[in-house]
């Protein structure tokens, strides 16, 4: 267990519609990172909160957003929903100090059918 | 553009024989290197990293890491494989501001009892 939550587990809707992915990072880590798997994009960076502040954007749609709230916990939108977005969402945190290096510690993931 | 490149999709190895998983990096400067696993159904979880120094790296479950400069690659290795080492394994490295993982494609391993 590496003590970074996800909830749901499961994830079934239909296009068009908007979803709201919750992570909850290992006590005491500031940073929250959310990836995306899927069979032909592969692993993806989308978007990196530190301590409440975005800090950097990566392969992430307009569609989605992002937010991490003063407890920590960070929640990923994902709205207008489209067959492609049908994915394996995962949450991933780190250590607070400012140190190259530091790994990521994963949560179990959120997937994520759009039917 | 900075990348890692896993060329195996699959690996078959006997239980009780060596394994190996390659990986090999295009990335400037010093590079912080990384393996994960993913086991069916799971989240990624962190075997090893090398930074710097020890070019043999030591982790989890008896999985070991050799750093190679000259041929820039980073194989997994482990010297006697187990069933329950089946899964699929990443190689990564830390890039950008936000410091966040870029993964390679991924290798599946498959031990055969």
């Known amino acids: 267990d590496s003590g970074v939550t996800q909830t749901p587990k499961h994830l079934i809707t239909a296009t068009g519609q908007r979803v709201t992915l919750r992570c909850s990072p290992r006590?005491?880590?500031?940073?929250v990172y959310w990836y995306q798997q899927s069979l032909d994009q592969g692993l993806q960076f989308l978007i990196h909160y530190y301590n409440g502040e975005e800090r950097a954007k990566g392969n992430i749609l307009e569609r989605f957003s992002a937010q991490q709230f003063p407890d920590l916990h960070s929640e990923l939108n994902l709205s207008s929903l489209e067959l492609g977005d049908s994915a394996l969402y995962f949450c991933?945190?780190?250590?607070?100090?400012?140190?190259?290096?530091?790994?990521?510690?994963f949560g179990p993931g959120t997937r994520l059918t759009v039917l | 553009a900075q990348s890692v490149a896993q060329p195996e999709d699959q690996v078959n190895v006997a239980e009780g024989n060596p394994l190996t998983v390659k990986c090999t990096y295009s990335?400037?400067?010093?590079?912080?290197l990384f393996w994960y696993v993913q086991y069916p159904n799971r989240g990624l979880q962190f075997l090893l990293k090398?930074?710097?120094?020890?070019?043999l790296v030591k982790g989890s479950y008896g999985f070991e890491a050799e750093f190679n400069k000259s041929q820039t690659s980073f194989h997994l290795k482990k010297p006697s494989a187990l069933v329950s080492d089946s899964a699929l394994y990443f190689c990564a490295f830390l890039t950008g501001s936000a410091r966040q993982l870029t993964f390679g494609s991924g290798t599946q391993l498959t031990v055969l009892p």
């Open positions: 090398y930074i710097t120094g020890d070019n």
């Open positions: 990335v400037s400067g010093n590079p912080y």
């Open positions: 991933a945190s780190s250590a607070p100090l400012a140190g190259a290096g530091n790994e990521q510690f």
């Open positions: 006590s005491g880590d500031l940073s």
